[in-house]
């Protein structure tokens, strides 16, 4: 096999695939758990817009926040 540009050029490029698959073919560890905290599954306004977890209505507010399927106002739509 001769060493001109063209074979030097195909085995950098195969060594260079190769070597970019293996890099991407192991397998990365992360933990996620210790980075957010546990809030009980809640993560609405956990840092900002605080705002998404008032009640839209004093019905709901009065129910523990719940609505029903009724709902014949405005608070039909959230």
């Known amino acids: 096999m001769q060493l ?3 074979n030097i050029l195909r085995v950098l490029t195969k060594a260079f695939f190769i070597g970019a698959l293996l890099v991407m073919s192991q397998p990365e560890v992360t933990n996620a758990q210790g980075v957010f905290p546990s809030l009980g599954g809640s993560r609405s306004g956990t840092s ?9 209505d004093a019905r709901s507010s009065a ?3 719940s609505n ?4 014949m106002d405005g608070s039909a739509l959230l």
């Open 4 to 6: 001109n540009s063209n």
């Open 48 to 56: 900002g817009f605080q705002f998404l977890k008032i009640n839209v």
């Open 63 to 65: 129910l523990g926040g």
């Open 68 to 71: 029903v399927a009724d709902a």
